[in-house]
C-alpha cells in the first residue's frame, strides 16, 4: 500500500480524470491456441498519457483510497462499451469487475439488456471477467449475483485462478467458463516442472468441468509451445499481440507458430480415419422455444420414442434442456400432468447441462460426459457454434465413436513406428489427388537394411526405423502434410509444396548425422559391414543410406498411375548409391 502523502498528491488529478471522463480504453486478444483465431478482447483501462495516474493498478488503489471504485469502474466499463459500438463488427469482450461492486444496484442496471441494446451489443458477447482487486464477504449472495447473469446470457470469468478469493471451492460453487492463469503461473514455464505439473493439473480439471483456460501475459514462443503442448486452450500476452486502442489483425507469425505447435502434439490426431471433430458425429435436432406449452412437449416425445430430450433455444442461444426423464419426473404422479400440462417449458428445463464446441474433439467430449454426475450420466450433449446452437449427440452414439476411433487406430497405425499404414496412405492419396492445390508426394526407402538386420539383428534394425520416423515427424509437420509408413524400411510422406530439395537434404542430413549411434566404431571406420547376400555368398555391404523419390501430385489422376511411376523412379535413385533424391 502506497503512503497517505502520495494519496494526496494524487487525489487532485484522480478527480479530474472521473470529471471530465478521461479514460482510453485498450484491447488485448484473447487467442485460440489450437488455431489462432481471436476468441474475444479484454478491455484494458488507462488514465490520461502525461498523467501519474496512467497505470490502472495506481488509478484503482486512488479509488479505492478516496471512496470511487464504482465511479472508476462504472466510467471503464462505458467507456469500453462505447468504444465497441463503434466498431464495424461485433465481438467478445470481456470486462474486468471488483466483485464487491457486482451487490449495488447500480451495477445490475449497467448490465441489463436494455442498456446493452442501446449500443447494439449482445449480452452473449460480454464476459464478466471477475477481479482479484475485491473478495467475497457473502458467498451464497455472490452466488446467486453471478447465477442471476449467467441466466442472461453472459459469461463468467475468474481472473488469477487460484489465487486470493478465486479458490477451488468458489471456482465449484459458480463453475465460471472460463479460469485466467496468472502470468506468474506461465513466465518460464517451459523451464519450471512445478509450474508445467500446476498448469497440467488446471487443465485435467477445465476438461473435466468443461471449463476454458486462458493463459495470461505469455511473453515468449518457448512459453507458448510448452502451454500449447499441455493443452491450455486459449491464451493472450505481449508475445501474441500488446494491448491496442485498435483492433488489430494478429500478426501471421503467430498463427504460424500456433499451428506449427498444434501439428507438432498432434502428430497422429489428424491422420486417423476417421474426424475427431465432435460436429461429426452430432446430429441437428429441432429446438424448442421456451413458451411452448408442457403438454406439446409431452405430445412429441409420446409420439417419437427415440427422442431423448430437447434443446431449447431463444435467438438461436442454448438457454436450457429438457429430458425424457426430466419431463416425466414432473409429469409423474395423481396430480402431476394437471399440474404442469398448461405451463411453459422454460418453468421446468434444466440450466445446467454439458455444452460443447462443434470443433471438440471425441476424445475430450468422452472425457466431460463421463464426469457427470450419476444422474445425468446418460443425457445428450449439446453442441454449438460460435456460441449458438448446433446439434446434439447422445451417450450412445459417443461411446460408439470412441470404440470405432480406437479400433481404426490399433488397426491401421504401424504398431513400431506409430505411424499411418497402407489403408491410410491410400485413403490420403486418394484425397491429395481430388484437390485443386499441388503436393509433393515423397517415397522413402533404406538402402542396405537387410544386411543391417543380418548383421546387427532386428532389435536393432527396429531402432533404425523409429529413429527415422522421428526424423520425419520433425522434418514435416506442417498442417495439410502426412506421414505414412508403409512397412519395413518404406515410408511415404505428403508434402505441401514448398523447396522439396531442401527438405531431402535436411531429412539425409539427419540420418546421415545419426547413424554412429547404429555401427560399432569398427564398422564405422571401414565404412561397410559384410554379410552373405541374397545367394549365400559372403558381400560387403555399405551402411544405411536413404533413397528419396519425389513426383508431382498434379501429374496424376489415379493412384495405381503414381504408384507405378514412383516405384520406378526409387529404383533409379537406389541406383546412384548412398543417400540421394531424384525429382520426377
Not at 561 to 568: A, F, G, K, R, Y
Request: aromatic share 10%.
Amino acid at each position: 500500500m502506497r503512503a497517505s502523502t502520495d494519496y494526496q498528491i494524487l487525489e487532485h488529478p484522480f478527480f479530474h480524470i472521473l470529471k471530465e471522463r478521461q479514460i482510453r480504453t485498450v484491447f488485448q486478444p484473447i487467442i485460440s491456441l489450437r488455431n489462432g483465431t481471436v476468441y474475444g478482447y479484454e478491455a484494458l483501462s488507462r488514465g490520461p498519457q502525461d498523467s501519474p495516474l496512467h497505470e490502472p493498478e495506481l488509478l484503482f488503489d486512488c479509488a479505492e483510497e478516496y471512496g470511487k471504485m464504482w465511479e472508476l469502474e462504472l466510467l471503464c466499463r462505458s467507456t469500453a462499451i462505447e468504444a465497441v459500438s463503434q466498431l464495424e463488427e461485433p465481438i467478445k469482450l470481456f470486462l474486468n469487475v471488483n466483485p464487491q461492486i457486482m451487490y449495488d444496484e447500480k451495477f445490475r442496471v449497467g448490465f441489463t439488456k436494455e442498456f446493452l441494446n442501446s449500443y447494439h451489443i449482445d449480452p452473449h458477447n460480454i464476459i464478466i471477467e471477475i477481479t482479484e482487486k475485491g473478495s467475497v464477504n457473502n458467498v451464497p449472495d455472490f452466488i446467486r449475483i453471478v447465477e442471476h447473469y449467467k441466466k442472461q446470457g453472459y459469461k463468467i470469468a475468474i481472473d488469477d485462478a487460484g489465487a486470493g478469493y478465486s479458490g477451488l471451492n468458489l471456482i465449484s460453487d459458480i463453475h465460471p467458463h472460463f479460469l485466467k492463469l496468472d502470468m506468474k503461473l506461465i513466465h518460464g514455464i517451459e523451464k519450471d516442472t512445478m509450474k508445467q505439473a500446476l498448469v497440467k493439473s488446471l487443465s485435467e480439471f477445465a476438461s473435466l468441468t468443461n471449463i476454458s483456460l486462458i493463459a495470461e501475459g505469455i511473453e515468449t514462443k518457448a512459453e507458448l509451445n510448452k502451454l500449447i503442448d499441455i493443452g491450455v486452450q486459449y491464451g493472450q500476452g505481449f508475445y501474441l499481440q500488446k494491448p491496442d486502442s485498435s483492433i488489430l489483425p494478429i500478426r501471421d507469425s503467430v498463427k504460424f507458430d500456433i499451428k506449427e505447435a498444434n501439428a507438432r502434439k498432434n502428430q497422429l490426431l489428424d491422420r486417423r480415419i476417421t474426424d475427431l471433430f465432435i460436429c461429426n458425429i452430432s446430429t441437428t435436432q429441432k429446438c424448442l422455444t421456451p413458451k411452448i406449452m408442457i403438454s406439446q412437449v409431452y405430445d412429441l416425445m409420446e409420439k417419437d420414442k427415440t427422442i431423448t430430450g430437447f434443446c431449447i433455444t431463444e435467438n438461436e442461444y442454448l438457454i436450457g434442456i429438457i429430458t425424457r426423464s426430466r419431463l416425466y419426473n414432473f409429469l409423474s404422479g395423481q396430480y402431476g400432468y394437471n399440474l404442469y400440462a398448461r405451463k411453459t417449458i422454460d418453468l421446468i428445463m434444466s440450466t445446467e447441462f454439458l455444452q460443447v464446441d462443434y470443433h471438440e474433439s471425441v476424445h475430450v467430449v468422452s472425457k466431460l460426459a463421463m464426469a457427470r454426475n450419476t444422474e445425468h450420466l446418460y443425457d445428450f450433449i449439446s453442441i454449438t457454434h460460435d456460441s449458438r446452437y448446433y446439434g446434439i449427440v447422445t451417450v450412445k452414439d459417443l461411446l460408439e465413436k470412441t470404440i470405432q476411433v480406437e479400433v481404426n487406430n490399433a488397426r491401421h497405425l504401424n504398431p513400431l513406428s506409430e505411424l499411418p499404414g497402407n489403408i491410410l496412405i491410400e485413403k490420403r492419396l486418394e484425397a491429395c489427388l481430388m484437390e485443386e492445390d499441388e503436393y509433393n508426394i515423397l517415397y522413402f526407402d533404406m538402402n542396405n537394411f537387410k544386411a543391417y538386420n543380418d548383421v546387427y539383428g532386428f532389435e536393432n534394425g527396429d531402432r533404425c526405423i523409429k529413429n527415422f520416423a522421428r526424423i520425419m515427424r520433425n522434418r514435416i509437420h506442417k498442417e495439410k502434410d502426412f506421414i505414412g509408413h508403409i512397412g519395413g524400411d518404406d515410408f511415404m510422406a505428403i508434402v505441401q509444396k514448398c523447396n522439396i530439395e531442401k527438405l531431402c537434404r535436411n531429412i539425409i542430413s539427419d540420418f546421415s548425422s545419426a547413424l554412429p549411434k547404429f555401427y560399432n566404431q569398427n564398422d564405422l571406420n571401414r565404412g561397410f559391414i559384410t554379410t552373405k547376400n541374397r545367394h549365400g555368398v559372403e558381400e560387403d555391404f555399405p551402411l544405411l543410406s536413404i533413397a528419396i523419390a519425389c513426383v508431382s501430385s498434379k501429374t496424376y489422376q489415379t493412384v495405381y498411375q503414381l504408384s507405378e511411376d514412383i516405384t520406378h523412379l526409387k529404383k533409379a535413385c537406389k541406383q546412384k548409391g548412398g543417400s540421394a533424391y531424384l525429382m520426377g
